[in-house]
């Protein structure tokens, strides 16, 4: 074999190591946010530290498109459990919520439940949402999600079609959009959530979600935040968040840091 073929070959094989680096089958990540909530003339701070993992049923490929959508673009199926502790002035506020999200590969098909389970203070409030799904075309996801919310004896039911697409590509976007009814007291309320996220490169992500609720009291929330990549396998995100809930005015500054191994 000629040297320079030689060369080749261990040129290939560290680009190929490189590459499969990138790849990775679990994510762990730790936030922070900090800001207040208002209500008739009174404001209290607020803050919360956030945990979360995230455990891949097989390695992800990361060659698809945006860092940030690998584990969707990929079809990946995933177990996941996450913890906040907080406070609102001095009442304590904690949650902790397990997801499974299974996928098939080859007919697109999948399935998502989510349980929540928290306490504000010495009232408890109870998740459970359920989702099927189907990839109508490679990047693009169609679901059908049923959301039941309890906060000691109160219960909403809720129930969203909604649609996920991302493009690939040097310059990419996600787009995500959903509508449904919304149970809020007596009457069953339309709900609309819009979300997109551009991506000038793989590694860095900039975006906004919207959600509102037409009913009789305000009920509007938004987002913006930018998510970077600073290696393949370490990202930081920074975001600020608005809601206003009848007359209830919140806002946050959020952190948080995850990585990928």
Do not use: C
Not at 36 to 60: I, P, Q, W
Not at 135 to 140: C, D, F, H, I, Q
């Amino acid at each position: 074999m000629k040297i320079s073929k030689i060369y080749a070959l261990i040129a290939l094989t560290t680009v190929a190591n490189h590459a499969l680096a990138d790849n990775y089958t679990n994510e762990a990540s730790i936030g922070i946010s900090n800001g207040d909530v208002e209500s008739a003339g009174f404001s209290a701070d607020a803050e919360s530290v956030d945990l979360s993992f995230v455990a891949n049923f097989s390695e992800v490929d990361t060659s698809k498109g945006p860092l940030a959508e690998a584990s969707f673009l990929d079809r990946t199926s995933s177990f996941s459990i996450g913890y906040s502790d907080g406070e609102v002035g001095i009442v304590d506020t904690t949650d902790l919520s397990l997801g499974l999200r299974v996928v098939g590969k080859e007919n697109g098909l999948t399935g998502e439940i989510l349980f929540s389970d928290g306490e504000v203070q010495d009232i408890d409030t109870e998740t459970i949402a359920l989702s099927v799904g189907y990839y109508v075309a490679k990047n693009t996801e169609l679901s059908l999600a049923y959301i039941d919310v309890e906060v000691e004896d109160i219960n909403s039911d809720s129930l969203f079609l909604g649609v996920k697409h991302v493009s690939s590509g040097d310059l990419a976007f996600s787009i995500e959009a959903a509508v449904g009814t919304v149970e809020t007291g007596t009457d069953d309320d339309t709900a609309f959530v819009l979300g997109g996220t551009f991506y000038p490169s793989s590694h860095v992500g900039i975006g906004a979600n919207y959600t509102t609720i037409d009913s009789a009291l305000d009920n509007d929330s938004y987002e913006i935040f930018v998510d970077w990549f600073i290696t393949p396998v370490a990202a930081i995100t920074l975001s600020y968040s608005d809601s206003e809930i009848a007359d209830i005015e919140s806002d946050s500054i959020n952190f948080s840091t995850r990585f990928r191994f």
